[in-house]
C-alpha cells in the first residue's frame, strides 16, 4: 500500500474495549436529507448539519469514504451535551477502535482521560490523525417523506471524533470538518439507519452548479423528477478492499471506500486495450476501481490513462486540439465541438462492469471540463505509475449521476446522466410541502 504519501500523527497506543446505547428521537421519520452545495474555489462538495446544546450550524465537506463525522473541536467547540466516549463503553466497540490514553494537557473538549480514539482523515491533504477522540453530542439534521422535506428531528447522543484545528487545512472557507460516508458502523449512513431504524442505504446526488443544491438522501425512497429508481439505475456489486487505503495499514481492517468492480474501459463503443491486472485488486490492497469526492477529477493510473486518451482523441479526430490546461493534458477548442441534452457532443466513456451489459456511461457533460472561453478539456487526470489505486472517479464524473448505495446488500445503484432524461441533481425539493 502506498502510505507513504499520508501523514500519520500516531499518538495513543494503549488497547480497550466498550458498550453503547443510541438515543433516538420521535416520531421516526421515514428518510433524512442533506442538501449539497458545490465550492466554487476547492470544488469540494459542502453541506450543513447542526450540532451541540444549544444548536450550531456546522459546515462539513462531504468525504464519501470517510469513517466518521469529525469537526475541530480545538476552535471555539461549546455545548453542554458534549461527552467523551470512555474506554470500556460501547461507543468504542461501535467505533472499532482498540486505542485509549490519557491528555497530556489538562482535560478539555477533544482531549479526556481514559478516552479513546480513532483515525480521522483529510482526503485534501492527505493527512491521517491517530489521535481522533470518540465523542457524543446532539445533532440535527432534516426529515422527508421521500420528495418532500419535513421537520429536523434532533438526535441526542450521535458518536463524531473531535480532532485539533490542523486537520482542517485544504477544506473550504468556513468548514470545520468532514461528514464521513463510509462503509463504517459511526459513518452517518450506518448510524442513521440504526438510530431510526430505516434500510442502510443512502443516495448521493451531486449537483453541477455551484448556484443550486445537490442533495445526500437516507434511507429508501428518493424521487426526482422522470427517475424511478426501481426502473432506472443499473445495479452492481460493491467490492470490499481488504486494506484500508484511508486507514492506518497496520490496524489490518477492510477500506471504508466505495469500490467497483470495472472490468474494461470502452470509448465510443470499442474496448480500450488496458492491462486488466490493474482492473483488479491485490493482496495489499493496490489496483481497482473507487469512487470519491476527495477528488474533483477522476484519476487514471498512467498507462491506462494514455490509452484512454489516445483513444478518445482518435474518436474525436475531427476537433481541434488546442494546449493543454492543467491539471488537464488533452485539451479542444470548444468551436470545433458541438452540442447534445448530455453535454458536449464527445465520444461516450463506457466503464465495464459484471458484464458486457452493464456499464456506466459518461457522457460529454460528466467527461468535458470547460476551462476557458473556448476551451474544454477531457476530465480526467494522469494519476501516475503504480498509485495505490488504478481508477479514481472523482467529483466531476458524479455529477448530476444519481448513486445508491445498499449497505446491506452491498450494491451500487447508477443512473448515468440524469440530463438524458431531462432532470438533475439540483431538482429535488428542499422547500415546499405537498
Same mark, same amino acid.
Given at each position: ?247 492506518? @495499514?497496520?490496524?489490518?481492517?477492510? /477500506? *471504508?471506500? =466505495?469500490?467497483?468492480?470495472? %472490468? +474494461? ?6 474496448? #480500450? ?22 477528488? @474533483?477529477?477522476?484519476?487514471?493510473? /498512467? *498507462?491506462? =490513462?494514455?490509452?484512454?486518451? %489516445? +483513444? ?6 475531427? #476537433? ?115
Amino acid at each position: 500500500m502506498a502510505f507513504t504519501s499520508y501523514h500519520l500523527i500516531l499518538l495513543w497506543s494503549l488497547l480497550s474495549i466498550s458498550s453503547y446505547c443510541i438515543g433516538q428521537t420521535s416520531p421516526q421519520p421515514k428518510a433524512l436529507i442533506l442538501p449539497v452545495t458545490k465550492d466554487s474555489s476547492t470544488l469540494q462538495y459542502i453541506t450543513q448539519i447542526g450540532q451541540r446544546t444549544p444548536l450550531v450550524p456546522i459546515e462539513l465537506t462531504i468525504h464519501l469514504g470517510g469513517q466518521t463525522l469529525w469537526v475541530d473541536c480545538e476552535n471555539g467547540y461549546v455545548s453542554s451535551t458534549y461527552r467523551p466516549a470512555l474506554c470500556g463503553s460501547t461507543q468504542c466497540t461501535i467505533a472499532k477502535v482498540n486505542t485509549c490514553g490519557n491528555c497530556t494537557t489538562a482535560p478539555k473538549i477533544g482531549c479526556n482521560n481514559n478516552a479513546c480514539y480513532n483515525t480521522p482523515e483529510n482526503p485534501f491533504i492527505k493527512t491521517l490523525y491517530d489521535g481522533g477522540e470518540i465523542n457524543e453530542d446532539v445533532l440535527s439534521i432534516q426529515s422527508t417523506d421521500g420528495s418532500n422535506p419535513g421537520n429536523f428531528v434532533k438526535i441526542p447522543s450521535f458518536i463524531f471524533t473531535c480532532v485539533p484545528t490542523f486537520l482542517t487545512e485544504g477544506l473550504a472557507s468556513g468548514v470545520k470538518g468532514t461528514a464521513g460516508l463510509g462503509r463504517h458502523q459511526i459513518a452517518l449512513p450506518s448510524q442513521l439507519a440504526q438510530i431510526f431504524s430505516f434500510p442502510r442505504k443512502f443516495a448521493v446526488c451531486l449537483s453541477s452548479s455551484t448556484q443550486s443544491s445537490g442533495v445526500i438522501y437516507f434511507g429508501d425512497g428518493m424521487t426526482l423528477p422522470n427517475i424511478d429508481g426501481s426502473k432506472d439505475l443499473i445495479f452492481t456489486p460493491l467490492i470490499t478492499n481488504p486494506f484500508g487505503t484511508g486507514s492506518v @495499514p497496520f490496524l489490518n481492517e477492510s /477500506s *471504508s471506500e =466505495y469500490f467497483i468492480g470495472v %472490468k +474494461a474501459i470502452r470509448v465510443n463503443g470499442k474496448p #480500450a486495450t488496458i492491462n486488466k491486472k490493474l482492473l483488479g485488486i491485490d493482496k495489499r490492497g493496490n489496483g481497482g476501481t473507487k469512487i470519491s469526492t476527495g477528488s @474533483p477529477y477522476s484519476i487514471l493510473e /498512467s *498507462s491506462i =490513462y494514455d490509452v484512454v486518451t %489516445k +483513444a478518445f482523441i482518435d474518436e474525436l479526430s475531427n #476537433a481541434t486540439r488546442v494546449a493543454a490546461v492543467e491539471p488537464f493534458e488533452t485539451c479542444f477548442s470548444s468551436k470545433s465541438v458541438g452540442s447534445t441534452r448530455v453535454g458536449p457532443a464527445v465520444p461516450a466513456i463506457d466503464l465495464v462492469l459484471q458484464t458486457t451489459q452493464v456499464y456506466w456511461r459518461i457522457f460529454g457533460a460528466n467527461s468535458m471540463v470547460k476551462v476557458g472561453q473556448d476551451v474544454m478539456c477531457l476530465g480526467f487526470v494522469n494519476g501516475g505509475v503504480k498509485p495505490t489505486t488504478s481508477i479514481v472517479i472523482g467529483g466531476y464524473q458524479l455529477e448530476d449521476n444519481l448513486l445508491q448505495f445498499d449497505l446491506t446488500r452491498s450494491t451500487l445503484g447508477l443512473s448515468s446522466s440524469l440530463l438524458f432524461r431531462q432532470t438533475t441533481c439540483a431538482n429535488f425539493n428542499f422547500t415546499t410541502k405537498a
